[in-house]
């Protein structure tokens, strides 16, 4: 069975480690928030200038002039900094940032990501996305295994424009987790009740299949 928007995001969170900082993309990725292990310190950091996001406010918590970078209202945990978005961009061009995640449309089996544009549809410009897929080592990619047409978005080569080359290492699917090596995706994890039959059908890059692929625990 496909992982929900929420089980993406609650097995994301389980890349983190005590003492990262992290950017969390638009769309599912900010989901992440919520589900900071207990115990575990992790500032997040959003690229309109704002260090240490708490989880997403209750109704009584909502401060309109509190958002992150795709203007969803946010809470500031214990610690939190703002700053203008120079800094931000700073911050991330100079490689402070332990972990990025990122949403994207493609991703291929040479690490590269399209992710802000489909031709002949209206967009508001890439963002932060050719910064933070330049100024970081560590990024994983959360997006839907194929598209709501039922094709493959982990490809041999991507075919939309791209947003950043050779720069991502690990995709989480709501089909399974992947790493990229070697021109290759790399079977590490399936989603509960996911057969591997199921991913390498959706999946359109070389597939390795290591001898046993255990179940995501969520």
């Known amino acids: 069975m496909a992982l929900t928007r929420e089980q993406l995001a609650q097995r994301v969170s389980q890349e983190f480690q005590d003492g990262f900082y992290v950017n969390l993309g638009i769309g599912i990725p900010t ?11 992790v500032m997040l950091q959003s690229e309109n200038g704002l260090l240490g ?29 703002l700053f203008d978005s120079a ?33 002949g549809k209206l967009i508001k410009g890439m963002g932060g996305a ?25 490809l041999s080569e991507c075919t939309l424009p791209l947003t950043g080359k050779g720069c991502i290492k690990r995709v989480l699917t709501d089909l399974a987790l992947l ?25 359109e890059g070389e597939l390795v299949i290591p001898d046993h692929v255990p179940e995501m625990q969520l």
Do not use: C, W
């Open 130 to 154: 050719m910064d933070l897929v330049a100024g970081a080592d560590n990024i994983i990619v959360v997006m839907t295994h194929a598209s709501k047409h039922g094709d493959s978005k982990l």
């Open 53 to 81: 996001m708490g989880p997403f406010p209750t109704d009584d918590e909502v401060d309109p002039d509190l958002i992150n970078a795709g203007k969803q209202t946010v809470t500031m945990a214990t610690g939190a900094a």
């Open 179 to 203: 790493d990229i090596e070697d021109g290759k995706f790399i079977l590490r994890e399936r989603a509960p009740g996911v057969s591997v039959e199921d991913i390498a059908s959706l999946t």
């Open 31 to 41: 989901l992440a928030a919520n589900y900071i292990p207990d115990g575990m310190e």
């Open 87 to 119: 800094e931000s961009f700073a911050m991330i061009r100079g490689g402070h940032v332990d972990l990025t995640v990122l949403g994207a449309f493609e991703v291929d089996a040479q690490g590269n990501i399209a992710s802000y544009m489909i031709p």
